[in-house]
């Protein structure tokens, strides 16, 4: 079984005021899945908290020390972001659990024995998912936003790049626009960046025609949702858009933005995936994995409110991630116009 959970118990220790969405019972909901894991064999590797040189390959110094300053109290960072005693400890954990994955899926797949090349799925090295809060893709160079304190998929992103790989894509299918990521990565070709996301919505970002800037024009892909999209409107943009990008650009590692507030019963925005619909995407994103970077992928959880979807959702994850994944495709029949207006949109915004 090639899966690895990346989790702690410690990522219940970042307390919100009462009532916020980014709650301690998030932490919770993931642990029940990790304990579920851990009782059937599963294996999980501890984290190990991000140095300080990781978290400045993609925050400025300076904003790395103002979120230590919290440490030992509770402050505002914005208006939706709430540090406690224990935050900044926990964050920095979260980024470093990126990279304990990113580094055990790297040692998999060079471990891997040239026998292996006709494996299945589920033998292939490298696949891990990482069960963390608090999340961290709203996260700028600059400042904390959205619940996010350190942008631990960037962090590990760069990560891969100092040790060695050319080319990673980072696939962001939270229902809101990783804006931190984007930003991070916005001129730099060795990073592709897709994101799927309810627009217009929080944080504003997010437009078909944002697509890079420099040398990195081309390799930001945004995707825009209008609310109400449907598994099928998502199906047909990740099979018409999404895995062709990646199979153009052929990358060494995806790493995944697993928010799962696209899903119909999250409180907080109105997209109306299902837990088969994440499924769905999940498999093609473990088929392309299998394709083209010798299955090195990782799933990171970001956003993700209603905590029983959340729950399912990750437990989706790990039963495709650790079995043969086989693509049992949606009904697309129904009404996929929104999926339709999304394509429309990124080949106007990448005609060019």
Known sequence: MSLVLVTS???ADHVTPPGHPERV???????VVASRWSHGGGRILDPRPASDDELVRVHQAAYVQSVVATRGRTAMLDPD?????D???VARLAAGAVVTAIEHVIAGAADARPDQDSRSPNQAPGRALVMVRPPGHHAEADRAMGFCFYNSIAVGAATARARGLSRVAIVD?????????????YDDPSVLFVSSHQYPFYPGTGGANETGRGQGVGFTVNLPMEAG???????????????????QFKPELILVSA????????????LRMTTTGYGQITARLLAAADELCEGRIVFVTEGGYDTSALAECCQGVIDLASAE?????????????????????FRRAHSR
């Open 9 to 11: 118990d410690r990522f």
């Open 81 to 85: 972001t709430f540090a406690s005693p």
């Open 259 to 270: 928010g799962f507030d696209a899903h119909e019963l999250d409180p907080l925005a109105g």
């Open 229 to 247: 999209a449907t598994d099928a409107d998502f199906d047909l943009v990740y099979r018409e858009v999404a895995i062709p990008v990646l199979q």
């Open 325 to 345: 994944s086989v693509l049992r495709p949606l009904d697309t029949s129904g009404d996929t116009r929104r999926g339709h207006d999304t394509i429309r949109e």
């Open 173 to 185: 299918y939270d229902v809101h626009h990783g804006n931190g990521t984007q930003w991070m990565f």
């Open 87 to 89: 935050t900044e400890e």
């Open 25 to 31: 019972e998030r932490a919770e909901a993931m642990q």
